[in-house]
């Protein structure tokens, strides 16, 4: 078993950036491909990000391409997703996932999710 925990979500302003993390506990996150993943109110979870086991593969949804970049933190057993040039799209609750096996952008093979954490972004 996996347990996450999301940290580092809060109030910017369009343009700005946010750092969150993705703490995980039971097993070390080496042995898994990690995602985040986000939701807007009465919208559907929208990939975000994910990085392989090995921390060699990332992909990014099209939406946050060349503004957000995930990486890992084996040491502390910790994915940190870097999000910069914030607009109030980004606006949404944001959740960690990891799944054992290859690295994946659809949200349903993911096995393990944390609880969210809120990113609001104003104009």
């Known amino acids: 078993q996996v347990q996450l925990v999301e940290s580092g979500g809060g109030l910017v302003q369009a343009g700005g950036s946010l750092r969150l993390s993705c703490a995980a506990s039971g097993r070390t996150l080496s042995g898994y491909a990690t995602g985040w993943f986000r939701q807007a109110p009465g919208g559907e979870r929208e990939f975000v990000a994910a990085?392989?086991?090995?921390?060699?593969?990332?992909y990014y949804g099209d939406s946050v391409k060349g503004r957000f970049t995930i990486s890992g933190d084996n040491a502390k057993n910790t994915v940190v997703l870097q999000m910069n040039s914030l607009n109030p799209e980004d606006t949404a609750v944001y959740y960690c996932?990891?799944?054992?096996?290859?690295?994946?952008?659809?949200?349903?093979?993911?096995?393990?999710w944390g609880q969210g954490t809120q990113v609001i972004v104003s104009s």
């Open positions: 996932a990891a799944r054992a096996g290859l690295v994946r952008q659809i949200a349903s093979m993911y096995d393990y």
């Open positions: 990085i392989s086991a090995n921390g060699v593969v990332s």
